[in-house]
Antibody, heavy 119, light 107 residues
Framework: EVQLVESGGGLVQPGGSLRLSCAVSEFTSTRYWMSWVRQAPGKGLEWVANIKLDGSQRNYLDSVKDRFTISRDNAQTSVYLQMNNLRAEDTAVYYC????????????WGQGTLVTVSS | AIQMTQSPSSLSASVGDRVTITCRASQDIGNDLGWYQQKPGKAPKLLIYIVSTLQSGVPSRFSGSGSGTDFTLTISSLQPEDFATYYCLQNYNYPKTFGQGTKVEIK
């Protein structure tokens, strides 16, 4: 079964950086897209970014464009989210999710990693 | 960005009740809509994609309908494990946007 395992969350000061990782198992087809979705404490879900696993296409939420970068390793076994110039409003649980081949929906999710931006 | 508005924001229901949650898009999104269930402290789970297609393993008491701007998630007979928060998601264009969520609580 497909498994996604996130890591890299933690406490960081405003203006700081973090790199989140998502280890991907069971599938390596470059036809797939992967996304990051976040959820602020007590709030709803917010899509952040996605990448096609062949590395050819990326999309970002406007509020993170120029600060966050999504990438993957060449073996398509890991997806990353480099987060720079972090703000308090970036505080959230960050989920890695796979996009289905049939629609733009997310069929597999990781357990999430908490990012807290605070001084 | 396309705004997705769910209603109600919360509801109280009993086991066995029929429950309906609606999602309205701020513009036509065709059939690019999915529904998710999330329980406290857990990742969301895909229930339905392309408006009405049930994800593998999801019970048949869940169904979806609609097109264009108005969509509905129906639970035909609420079970104890269905108490959760439900979200719609539009995949029509970027940024992908979720509804604000509907919390289904025990009456």
């Amino acid at each position: 079964e497909v498994q996604l395992v996130e890591s890299g969350g933690g406490l960081v000061q405003p203006g700081g950086s973090l790199r989140l990782s998502c280890a991907v198992s069971e599938f390596t087809s470059t036809r797939y897209w992967m996304s990051w979705v976040r959820q602020a404490p007590g709030k709803g879900l917010e899509w952040v970014a996605n990448i096609k696993l062949d590395g050819s296409q990326r999309n970002y939420l406007d509020s993170v464009k120029d600060r966050f970068t999504i990438s993957r390793d060449n073996a398509q076994t890991s997806v990353y989210l480099q987060m720079n110039n972090l703000r308090a409003e970036d505080t959230a649980v960050y989920y890695c999710a796979r996009v289905t081949l049939f629609s733009g929906d997310f069929d597999f999710w990781g357990q999430g990693t908490l990012v807290t931006v605070s001084s | 960005a396309i705004q997705m508005t769910q209603s109600p924001s919360s509801l109280s229901a009993s086991v066995g009740d029929r429950v309906t949650i609606t999602c309205r898009a701020s513009q036509d999104i065709g059939n690019d809509l999915g529904w998710y269930q999330q329980k406290p402290g857990k990742a969301p789970k895909l229930l339905i994609y392309i408006v009405s297609t049930l994800q593998s393993g999801v019970p048949s008491r869940f169904s979806g309908s609609g097109s264009g701007t108005d969509f509905t998630l129906t639970i035909s007979s609420l079970q104890p494990e269905d108490f959760a928060t439900y979200y719609c998601l539009q995949n029509y264009n970027y940024p992908k946007t979720f509804g604000q969520g509907t919390k289904v609580e025990i009456k």
